[in-house]
């Protein structure tokens, strides 16, 4: 697995490529009905936060995850509430 992010023109892209199994847009959906939602909720948050997200994958070939979101003054995400830490 790779994962990159850099931050470019008020954006912050942050990619994430995994060689593994891959899957279809058919099985994709087909976890959804079955109650599996991980990349919907990512997609949500992703336009929650004002950007986007594309997923990419090939059965066989791995998948790539693909988040552009604004960033703030501080350039960190804007539009995300920021999270309590946990010790």
């Known amino acids: ?9 008020g954006r ?3 990619r994430i490529v995994d060689d593994g ?7 994709r959906h087909r976890q959804l009905e079955a109650g599996h939602l991980g ?3 990512i997609h949500d948050l992703a336009r929650e936060a004002g ?4 997923v990419r994958s090939v059965p066989d070939a791995g998948t790539t ?3 552009r979101l604004p960033t703030d003054e501080e350039g960190g995400p804007a539009g ?8």
Not at 51 to 54: A, F, R, V
């Open 21 to 27: 199994v891959g899957f279809t847009a058919d099985r």
């Open 65 to 67: 995850l693909h988040a």
């Open 39 to 41: 990349l919907s909720l």
């Open 1 to 9: 697995m790779r994962v990159a992010v850099v931050k470019d023109d």
């Open 80 to 87: 995300l509430e920021p999270t309590a830490s946990h010790p």
């Open 12 to 14: 912050l892209d942050l």
């Open 51 to 54: 950007g986007d997200l594309e």
